[in-house]
């Protein structure tokens, strides 16, 4: 039951990661022969009807699948692509640490905060967001780090597409990450992470 629940990676034919899909999608994408090859480790094996000679089909999924065609994302890779920002994503950005205090929380107790806060006209930007507790967000109130004697833990970042993928994964398997981090900037803060 738990293969039914797995995310798979989607990626193009060149090997660009593209979204995470589920188990129908990717039967999908091979009924209708889009899938280019396969990669990664095999997850879950589905089965059809049976025809006339006695013959069930099947397809064995795999963790990650490139497929054909045109994609929408290939914006991605444009200069100054800057994916959306949700506030999953920005926590798993900042792997749940509050980027003042430095400790780590369930997402329930962390809020977003603008290091530039929206009333001094700042930005609601991935370079302009970190991670909160709401004990120390509550205490910035609407002033910098600067104005509140506060300081930053780390240097927020606009994660690549790839990262992004990675950032919106949910149970994301050994061989996706590797994958994935392959297509990480070397100077990513999440490749040290994934070590």
């Known amino acids: 039951m738990s293969g039914l629940r797995q995310q798979l990676l989607r990626t193009d034919a060149s090997g ?24 990664g480790d095999p997850i879950l094996t589905i089965r059809g009807g049976i025809n006339n000679e006695s013959h069930q089909s099947k397809i064995i999924l795999h963790s990650i699948i490139a497929t054909h065609g045109n994609h929408q994302n290939r914006y991605c890779l444009d200069k100054g692509y800057a994916p959306p920002v949700s506030n999953e994503a920005l926590f798993q950005r900042d792997d749940f640490h509050c980027m003042y205090c430095g400790d780590q929380f369930h997402k329930s107790q962390l809020s977003r905060d603008h290091i530039i806060p929206v009333s001094q006209e700042g930005e609601d930007s991935w370079s302009n967001l970190i991670t909160s507790c709401t004990r120390c967000n509550t205490h910035k109130a609407g002033r910098t780090p600067e104005q509140a004697g506060m300081q930053l833990l780390a240097i927020p970042f606009i994660p690549t ?17 590797e994958f994935l981090r392959a297509h990480f900037p070397r100077t990513s803060p999440l490749r040290d992470r994934l070590s």
């Open 16 to 39: 660009m990661p593209l979204e995470w899909i589920d188990y129908r999608q990717a039967v999908k994408l091979h009924s209708l022969d889009m899938v280019a090859y396969d990669l």
């Open 161 to 177: 597409h790839a990262e992004y993928i990675f950032l919106q994964g949910r149970n994301v398997l050994a061989d996706q990450m």
